[in-house]
């Protein structure tokens, strides 16, 4: 099995991680920007904090087979700071760089007039800089944000097969499946979506335009969640192209449309070693 998660937050976890997910199959996958948990109060902590997306954390997950890309953006959350206002004014810069295939994590949290304008401005970014979109819907008032979150998608003129709308549920998948946007599943361990919920929706729904990701950070999660929704699918009776469409393919043809994936096979063992000296600080 080949897994490409398209939604998993590496900076907040270990080589273990790491060596866990590349012994699965996991080999490439996209670390959105994202909140981290500690309030940032100026824009330099963002720029380092994507300096390290671009940089830092695509170095080391090269370490461990794994290609990396990021999506870049001022997420919903902080888009209520006023601190943190002018991270909008530096994206420009890091769209335009390798490794960076959308702009994301966008969307609502609390649905602020804050958020309205900080979404709407990064999907004209979309736009200009010819990237998808990656959009988080709120975990609060979850229906009430997805009729929105797709409301302000059609207001921007971004097309919508270039949008993945992720976060979704039994209450949420309708809206966008209709939309024609794509769809996103975060699979967690013990809130949210799981596997088998999750084998449920694709009975339904079919496998096209559907991404599962594990959305690992540094709350309770599992990198791993990727790799056993796709166990749960062979067991429920979905074939292996099935997988490969949902883990592979999918994640590939959505973050395609950026011409940014890199996706050739990294060099093998002796690198790696060289690789975790450098981690260590050894070279
Ligand atoms: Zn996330």
């Known amino acids: 099995m080949r897994v490409f998660d398209p939604h998993v937050h590496m900076t907040s976890r270990t080589t273990d991680d790491y060596e866990a997910m590349h012994a699965v199959g996991v ?5 959105p920007a994202f909140w981290l948990g500690q309030p940032r109060t100026s824009v330099g902590s963002f720029t380092d904090y994507f300096d390290a997306l671009i940089g ?28 943190c206002a002018s991270v909008l004014d530096v994206l420009p810069r890091y769209l335009e760089k390798d490794g960076v295939v959308a702009v994301g994590e966008i969307g609502f949290d609390s ?52 949008v993945a709308v992720d976060h979704l549920n039994e209450t949420t998948v ?12 975060s699979i967690y361990p013990d809130t949210k979506m799981d596997e088998d919920r999750m084998v449920a929706i694709l009975k339904e729904y079919g496998t096209a335009r559907v991404l599962v990701n594990s959305a690992a ?22 074939d292996e192209a ?7 393919r999918n994640p590939v043809e959505f ?5 940014r994936l890199v996706l050739d096979d990294l060099p093998e063992a002796a690198e790696t070693f060289l690789g975790n000296s450098v981690l260590r600080g050894e070279r």
Request: hydrophobic content about 40%; some cysteine; overall charge negative.
């Open 111 to 162: 649905m602020t007039p804050e958020e309205d304008d900080a979404f709407a401005r990064q999907l004209q970014l979309a736009i200009e800089h010819d990237l998808p979109a990656l959009v988080h819907t709120p975990h609060r008032d979850k229906a009430a944000g997805t009729r929105r979150t797709l409301d302000l998608v059609k207001e921007s003129g971004l097309p919508v097969e270039r």
């Open 27 to 31: 080999r490439a996958l996209v670390e």
């Open 242 to 248: 099935d997988v490969d469409t949902v883990l592979w």
């Open 255 to 259: 973050y395609g449309q950026s011409g």
């Open 217 to 238: 950070d540094w709350g309770r999660s599992d990198p791993l969640k990727t790799h056993k929704t796709g166990l749960a699918m062979l067991a429920a009776g979905f």
């Open 56 to 83: 830092w954390e695509r170095f080391r997950a090269a370490q461990f087979g794994i290609r990396h890309h990021c999506a870049i953006a001022l997420n919903p959350k902080e888009a209520n700071d006023p601190r």
């Open 174 to 185: 309708r809206a966008v499946a209709d939309s024609g946007a794509w769809m996103g599943f």
